[in-house]
């Protein structure tokens, strides 16, 4: 499998964006390797519906502008469905855990919850923040809590009660590293 390649796939697996350090400490490559192969990756995806999206020294896998019509319209038809079952559970983890990292709320769930937690995002319901020095975090944003009438989170239903529960179920948290979410 070429480099960039693996780089693809990592970004992929991710759906956010990777330092190039990480990317390096994940290979067991030097930075400057991975750039090469970032270079690679972006050729090879000319013309097609991805691109590598670069910021910071950031990349990540983003939709090519070109599609941008097509997925504004996805995006609202999203946005015009109800949550379902799997968004208002990660709603809820995200309300009476928050903030919490991903990997927690997919060892919560016992499912990858990607796209759940991006379809949050897009309806502003959650909002991406730095971690607790273990990648970013996500928590409710104001405007959820305006929506819901809440002055403060504690305000929700059964709070506390709920909030001692989770603790109490001692749920074994995953191992995280630095950079990871």
């Not at 350090?21 to 013309?47: N, P, Q």
């Not at 016992?110 to 923040?129: A, D, F, P, Q, W």
Request: charged letters at 30%; zero cysteines; a negative charge.
């Amino acid at each position: 499998m070429t480099l960039d390649a693996k780089i693809e796939a990592i970004l992929f697996h991710r759906g956010e964006p990777v330092s190039i350090k990480k990317l390096s400490e994940i290979l067991g490559l030097s930075e400057d390797a991975v750039k090469e192969a970032m270079k690679d990756l972006r050729i090879k995806l000319e013309g097609r519906g991805l691109s590598l999206v670069e910021h910071a020294e950031k990349v990540m896998l983003g939709t090519n502008p070109v599609l941008s019509e097509l997925i504004a319209e996805i995006n609202k038809e999203e946005l015009n469905r109800e949550l379902g079952k799997a968004g208002l559970e990660t709603l809820s983890i995200i309300l009476y855990k928050g903030p919490i990292n991903k990997k927690e709320i997919d060892y919560i769930r016992g499912v990858n919850s990607s796209y759940i937690i991006r379809n949050l995002l897009i309806r502003g319901l959650v909002e991406k923040t730095e971690g607790r020095g273990r990648g970013n975090s996500y928590q409710p944003t104001m405007e959820l809590l305006a929506f819901m009438n809440l002055k403060k989170i504690e305000d929700l239903p059964e709070f506390e009660s709920t909030k001692k529960e989770m603790e109490d179920m001692n749920i074994a948290k995953p191992e995280t590293t630095a950079g990871n979410d």
